[in-house]
């Protein structure tokens, strides 16, 4: 399996769909910056899709409450397999800061209910942490991109404190 997803990954140019759970749009405008020439998450061949049925990474943003609950995982089942999840913000990441207060509404992060892959928490997290967040998942299924990864490491130090590895569902 592992092989065939490397294989994957070395051929193919990563499409990304942006899911917006139930965002106040901070992260979703950073995501915008990400992939604007500035930060020009394009170069790495990064494309943004409008369908999830054309992308391979879903990107998530906002906690997941009870009315996207189903919308969210009907989403996830609409994209084709290798998929995979970015939870990009605190509030994608664990819900918080609404989520645990009295919020009567809210489920918690997006793992609540879809498989994440790389968490990219921060309220908003800054888009080089979005773009070396996307290249961390890549690099989990192409060892070249590893080079990319140090070399963000090097050129912003502290990077890869921003950025956590993950695959949990419903905890
Ligand atoms: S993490 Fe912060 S900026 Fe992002 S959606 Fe939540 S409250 Fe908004």
């Known amino acids: 399996m592992l092989k065939s997803l490397a294989h994957w990954a070395a051929c193919k140019s990563p499409w990304v769909c942006h899911l917006n759970g139930s965002s106040c749009n901070g992260c979703d405008i950073e ?3 990400a992939i604007m020439p500035r930060f020009d998450l394009e170069r790495f061949g990064v494309l943004l899709q409008g369908s999830p ?4 990474v879903l990107i998530c943003t906002g ?5 996207m609950r189903d919308r969210v995982i009907r989403i996830y089942e609409q994209t084709p397999e290798p998929k995979f999840v970015l939870a ?3 509030c994608a990441a664990t819900g ?8 009567y509404n809210l489920l918690g992060g997006v793992d609540k209910v879809i498989p994440v892959h ?3 928490p921060g309220c908003p997290p800054r888009p080089d942490a979005i773009t070396y967040g996307v290249l961390k998942l890549l690099a989990l299924l192409d060892p070249k991109v590893e080079k990319l ?3 963000f490491q090097k050129t912003i130090p502290g990077i890869e404190n921003l950025v956590e590895a993950g695959e949990k569902v419903g905890s």
Do not use: L
Request: proline letters at 3%; aromatic letters at 10%; glycine letters at 14%.
């Open 96 to 103: 918080r800061p609404f989520y645990g207060d009295g919020c």
């Open 53 to 56: 049925r054309h992308a391979d």
């Open 31 to 33: 995501i915008v910056a």
């Open 88 to 90: 990009v913000g605190t």
């Open 118 to 120: 790389m968490y990219v």
């Open 149 to 151: 990864v140090a070399e």
């Open 63 to 67: 906690g997941i409450n009870r009315q």
